[in-house]
């Protein structure tokens, strides 16, 4: 059975920072791409950033560019996501998202939220202001 587990949200004021993290079970980690979406009361899910199986290859929002930072340990079954400066905008529903192996290619990165099989239930961050 797979599992994706989040922790690390809660209350941050603005400007402050939060580490997610993801722990997974159940699947060839190792294998497979990692994404962290998140998702605001009333809008779309939308994609943060997302990591290569190998975590030679990220791409992020163009709302998070040079604040937040994905990465993974590949041992742990674990992936991350560093929040630093953060904004009351960012408060949002935030899920990691596992994508099996696609591609031949070690720095493929999903491009579509379909393109991901397994989902986390979602940690909280709350940015005040």
């Known amino acids: 059975q797979v599992q994706l587990v989040e922790s690390g949200g809660g209350l941050v004021q603005a400007g402050g920072s939060l580490r997610l993290s993801c722990a997974t079970s159940?699947?060839?980690?190792?294998?497979?791409?990692m994404g962290w979406f998140r998702q605001a009361p009333g809008k779309e899910r939308e994609s943060v950033a997302a990591i290569s199986r190998g975590g030679t290859s990220t791409k992020y929002a163009d709302s998070v560019k040079g604040r937040f930072t994905i990465s993974r340990t590949n041992a742990k079954n674990t992936v991350y996501l560093q929040m630093d400066s953060l904004k009351p905008e960012d408060t949002a529903n935030y899920y990691c998202?596992?994508?099996?192996?696609?591609?031949?290619?070690?720095?493929?990165?999903?491009?579509?939220?379909?393109?991901?099989?397994?989902w986390g239930q979602g940690t909280q961050v709350t940015v005040s202001s």
């Open positions: 159940g699947l060839i980690f190792s294998t497979c791409a």
């Open positions: 998202a596992a994508s099996l192996p696609r591609s031949f290619v070690s720095g493929w990165l999903p491009s579509h939220r379909l393109e991901y099989d397994y």
